[in-house]
């Protein structure tokens, strides 16, 4: 495969990830860890509630489970998603309330992920304001 081809491809899980993210939990974490490598691991940010390095398909769970567990309504906005080759740069706003404050949450946020034989090996989420996400979420 060419690199824009490629491209293409990754892009295209990416977005298949943020097209199923509504979905119920459950199928939701099924397709998640049926689409990510073995070796995969998302790096939060350490000042987050839910921050660390969480890896396997099984961390990517548990790493959704616990943003799922701060927010309700979660959702996305003006999502725009860019690839070359085997990164791909998502970039958009992440929305839903706290279930701690009852706050809105309205957080910017970059999200690079890397991938490898067509699967993302790591997804590095870079927020905002990491201090206004835990202020939401009444961690402050």
Request: proline content about 4%.
């Amino acid at each position: 495969m060419s690199t824009s081809d490629v491209a293409a491809a990754n892009k295209a899980v990416v977005e298949a990830f943020f097209n199923t993210a509504d979905a119920n939990l459950e199928d939701f974490m099924t397709r998640l860890t049926k689409t990510v490598d073995p070796d995969f691991v998302v790096h939060q940010a350490a000042g987050l509630p839910w921050g660390g390095d969480h890896k396997g398909p099984d961390g990517f769970v548990h790493v959704q489970e616990l943003i799922r567990g701060e927010l309700l309504d979660l959702g996305v906005a003006d999502l725009e998603i860019w690839a070359d080759g085997d990164v791909v740069i998502s970039k958009f706003r992440l929305l839903g309330t706290s279930k701690t404050t009852g706050k809105k949450y309205d957080v910017p946020q970059v999200e690079i992920w890397r991938f490898r034989d067509g699967k993302p090996v790591s997804l590095t989420p870079f927020y905002y304001d990491t201090h206004e996400v835990r202020n939401l979420v009444g961690q402050a």
